[in-house]
C-alpha cells in the first residue's frame, strides 16, 4: 500500500515537471508509475487480500472457442483455456481413476462442462451414459451431433409419460438384482427409524415379484402386476409396494418385451442419452432404476479381459440417486466406471430425499476430480476456497512514532490465504470454472459445442405399435 502511495507521488510530481523535463521521460515515467499501480492495485488476487468490490478486475473473462478443435485424445481430455490462453488437458488415467464433481449454480457451465467431457469420453471409446432429468435445452443435440460426425452409436431414451415403448428395463437382471432395482425405485431401504417395521412388507413383496419376474422370465413391470393379483391380495399389508408397482406400469417407455437392452451401450460403445423428469414421480422412480441398472451391469462385469471404460454423467443428482447408487459409488470405479455428478451446492447433497447426508457427502463430495463454477451459497464457496490450497501472502504494517523525533516502525508478516478465495468463487463469470484435485488449482474457460441441428427423438421398440394388447395380462 505505501508502495501505491510512493508511485502515485511519484505520478504526480513527473506531470508538475512536464514543462521542464523532456516529455519522453514524463512519459516514460508516467507509463511506469502507471504499470506498477496496476500491479499493486488493491484486490489483485494474485498478489494479496481480495476486495469483493474489485475482484471483477482480477477474474479472468470467458474466452469464446470451439473446443472441438482443441480435442486432442493424445494429450488428455481437453477441459478448457486457461487465463493465459493456452488449452488445459487433464490426464486419461486421472479422469478414469476418479469421480468428477460440477458444482455451480444455474446457467454457469455445469452441463456445458460434462457434455466436453463425455464427449472426449465416446470419441476415446468408451460407453456414455447421460442421465438428463432437466430436459437440457442444448446438450442431446451437441452430442447426437458429435456421434454423428465421428460415426458413433447414438440412442435417446425418453422415459416421460406418453413416451413410446422403448426401454427393456429388466432385459437380463436375475432375480436379486430386481429386487434391488425394486427396492432402490421404491425407495424400500431400511432406514433405521419407525417405518422399518412396515417397509419389511413391502420388501418381501418385492422379493417375491423379483422372484416370479426371474422364473418366469416376465420383464413387463405391467405383466408382473396382473400376473400377480392373487399375490397382492395375500401381502394386503404391503400397501405401498403394490402401489408403486402400478405406478411403473403406467409409463408405457418400458411396456415392451422387444425394448432397448442396457447391456449393448457397454457392448457397442457411443453414447445413451435418458431424458427423464424432476417432476414426474413415477418417472423419477423409473430413471433412479435405470441409474442403478447400469451400475449393476457394470458391476458384473468380469475383470479379464479389461473391460470397456464407461462414463456416466449423473445432472442434477438429486433426482436420480438412491441408497444403492450411491453405495455403488465407491464399488464402480475399480470396475472401469467413472461417474461425472452435477449440482448446484452443497447443500443439494443434504437434499437428496430420504437419503442419508452424510452418505451423499462422502460419496460425491469426495469426488477426487472437482470443477466448482460461481456459487451462491457461502457455505460453498468456502469449501472450493479449502480445497484450492493456501498462499502465503506479504503484510506490512506500521506502528505510529513514540515521539515527534522518532520514525514510525515498519513491520513485515507473512500470512496465508486461499490460492482461489470466496470472494472469487461468489464472482466467477459464467462460463469459467476452477478445476481442484488435478495439481494446483486451475481456473479455466469452456465454450459450448455446437448445438445446431435436428434434435434426437426416442427410437420406438418393435412392439410399441401393437399396444398393450399385444402382451396380455395373464400369461
Ligand atoms: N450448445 C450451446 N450453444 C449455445 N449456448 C449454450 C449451449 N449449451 C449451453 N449454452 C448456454 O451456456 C450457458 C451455460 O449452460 P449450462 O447448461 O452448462 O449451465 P448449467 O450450469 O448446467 O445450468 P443448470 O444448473 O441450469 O443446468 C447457458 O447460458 C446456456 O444457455
Ligand atoms: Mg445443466
Not at 469483493?52 to 478443435?69: A, F, G, K, Q, S
Not at 428395463?169 to 431401504?189: H, M, Q, S, Y
Not at 427410437?459 to 398393450?468: C, M, T
Request: charge should be positive; hydrophobic fraction near 45%; glycine fraction near 8%.
Amino acid at each position: 500500500m505505501r508502495m501505491v502511495w510512493l508511485m502515485s507521488i511519484g505520478l504526480f510530481a513527473s506531470l508538475v515537471a512536464a514543462p521542464i523535463i523532456p516529455p519522453p521521460f514524463t512519459l516514460g515515467g508516467f507509463a511506469l508509475a502507471a504499470i506498477f499501480m496496476k500491479v499493486h492495485r488493491p484486490g489483485t488476487g494474485a498478489l494479496g487480500l481480495t476486495d469483493v468490490r474489485e475482484i471483477h478486475r482480477t477474474l479472468p473473462r470467458p474466452r469464446p472457442h470451439d473446443p472441438r478443435r482443441h480435442f486432442n485424445l493424445k494429450k488428455g481430455v481437453f477441459v478448457g483455456i486457461d487465463a493465459s490462453g493456452r488449452a488445459v488437458y487433464l490426464p486419461w488415467l486421472r479422469l478414469r481413476k476418479s469421480h468428477v464433481d460440477l458444482v455451480g449454480i444455474t446457467g454457469m457451465g455445469k452441463s456445458v462442462a460434462a457434455s466436453i467431457l463425455v464427449a472426449q469420453c465416446a470419441m476415446a471409446g468408451e460407453a456414455v451414459c447421460v442421465f438428463d432429468p432437466k430436459d437440457d435445452q442444448f446438450m442431446a443435440t451437441a452430442l447426437f451431433n458429435i456421434a454423428k460426425d465421428k460415426g458413433l452409436p447414438f440412442r435417446l431414451l425418453d422415459l416421460r409419460p406418453g413416451a413410446p415403448a422403448q426401454l427393456g428395463l429388466f432385459e437380463g437382471a436375475e432375480a436379486n438384482e430386481i429386487e434391488e432395482l425394486l427396492v432402490a425405485g421404491f425407495d424400500l431401504t431400511e432406514k433405521g427409524d419407525m417405518a422399518d417395521v412396515y417397509r419389511l412388507d413391502d420388501r418381501r413383496a418385492a422379493a417375491l415379484t423379483a422372484r416370479y419376474m426371474a422364473e418366469n422370465r416376465v420383464l413387463n413391470a405391467r405383466q408382473a402386476f396382473a400376473a400377480l393379483a392373487p399375490e397382492r391380495k395375500k401381502h394386503k399389508d404391503a400397501r405401498k409396494f403394490w402401489a408403486d408397482l402400478e405406478e411403473l406400469t403406467g409409463l408405457a417407455c418400458i411396456d415392451t418385451r422387444t425394448g432397448y437392452d442396457l447391456r449393448r451401450l457397454l457392448e457397442d460403445g457411443g453414447i445413451l442419452y435418458v431424458l427423464g423428469s424432476t417432476r414426474y414421480a413415477r418417472t423419477v422412480k423409473l430413471q433412479k432404476m435405470l441409474c442403478l441398472r447400469l451400475m449393476q451391469i457394470v458391476e458384473r462385469r468380469p475383470r479379464t479381459p479389461a473391460p470397456r471404460h464407461c462414463a456416466v454423467f449423473l445432472d442434477e443428482i438429486k433426482y436420480l440417486l438412491s441408497a444403492e447408487v450411491v453405495r455403488a459409488f465407491g464399488t464402480v470405479r475399480d470396475k472401469s466406471c467413472h461417474i461425472i455428478a452435477a449440482h448446484q451446492s452443497l447443500g443439494d447433497l443434504r437434499d437428496c430425499g430420504n437419503l442419508d447426508p452424510v452418505a451423499v457427502e462422502g460419496a460425491i463430495g469426495n469426488a477426487g476430480i472437482k470443477c466448482v463454477y460461481r456459487v451462491n451459497s457461502p457455505e460453498t464457496a468456502q469449501w472450493g476456497a479449502r480445497l484450492s490450497g493456501q498462499v502465503i501472502i506479504g503484510r506490512e504494517s506500521f506502528e505510529p512514532a513514540r515521539s515527534w523525533l522518532g520514525r514510525p516502525r515498519r513491520t513485515w508478516s507473512e500470512a496465508q490465504r486461499p490460492y482461489i478465495d470466496e470472494n472469487m468463487f461468489l464472482a466467477l463469470p459464467p462460463m469459467v470454472g476452477v478445476w481442484l484435485g488435478e495439481g494446483i488449482a486451475k481456473t479455466v474457460s469452456l465454450a459450448p459445442l455446437p448445438a445446431k441441428g435436428e434434435r434426437p427423438h426416442p427410437i420406438p421398440a418393435e412392439d410399441a405399435a401393437l399396444g398393450p394388447e399385444a402382451f396380455p395380462d395373464s400369461i
